[in-house]
Every structure is written in C-alpha cells, then in structure tokens.
C-alpha cells in the first residue's frame, strides 16, 4: 500500500484547507487511517482518525470544532477538512493506515505512512 497525502499550502490565519490521503496498491477501505503532524522541533502529535467503516472518528484536543475527517472508500481517499486555521496548525501532515486494529491514536500503531504534505498558517 501506497499513500499519497497531498492538498497543504500556504494559507492566512482563518482559512480553510482540504488535504487528501489516496492509497494505491491495495484498497484501504477496510483500514482504520488517521492523520499526524509534525512542527519543527515538536513531536509527531495526533491529530484525527477514522475507522475503516467510517462510522467513528477522534480528533486530537487542539483540534476539535475545527478540522473534520471523513473517507471516501469507492475513491480509495481519506479527506481532512482543515477550518479556522491558526499560525500553530502550521506542520508538516502525515496520513497513515492500521490494517489490524481500531483507529488510535498512537503512531506506532499505524503500519502505512504517507510522504506528508506542508501546512503553513501566516498571522
């Protein structure tokens, strides 16, 4: 299995982005994914995830209210909408599958990582 996350950019405090996480070489409808991130000079955090279903989610604290995570399993694509974005959003993402297990909130728990895609958050 190959992720591919993709969708970050440069944005202002406020705005709004969609990110991507589409799997190749194996579905993945059946995998719990969730999303990381990772800013200079901090730990990998959590920052939301799906079941396989995609009848549950869970969000990382700072995040809550704001970002939504949803998945498209005929597409093959986990989405992460990014709302009311704050200059500490800004990080590198990360998308990531579990094939065994629920989502969770742990990254070693994860066996599939994407490359990751760049976030910015300007004041």
């Known amino acids: 299995v190959q992720l591919q996350a993709s969708g970050g950019g440069l944005v202002q405090a406020g705005a709004s982005l969609r990110l991507s996480c589409a799997a190749s070489g194996r579905t993945i409808c059946s995998y719990a994914t969730g999303w990381f991130r990772q800013a200079p000079g901090k730990e990998r955090e959590f920052v939301s995830g799906?079941?396989?279903?995609?009848?549950?989610?869970d969000y990382g604290d700072a995040v809550k209210g704001r970002f939504t995570i949803s998945r498209d399993n005929a597409k093959n694509t986990v989405y992460l909408q990014m709302n009311s974005l704050k200059p500490e959003d800004t990080a590198i993402y990360y998308c990531?599958?579990?094939?065994?297990?629920?989502?969770?909130?742990?990254?070693?728990?994860?066996?599939?990582w994407g490359q990751g895609t760049e976030v910015t958050v300007s004041s």
């Open positions: 799906i079941s396989g279903s995609g009848v549950y989610t």
């Open positions: 990531a599958g579990r094939v065994w297990g629920d989502l969770s909130t742990m990254a070693n728990d994860y066996d599939y």
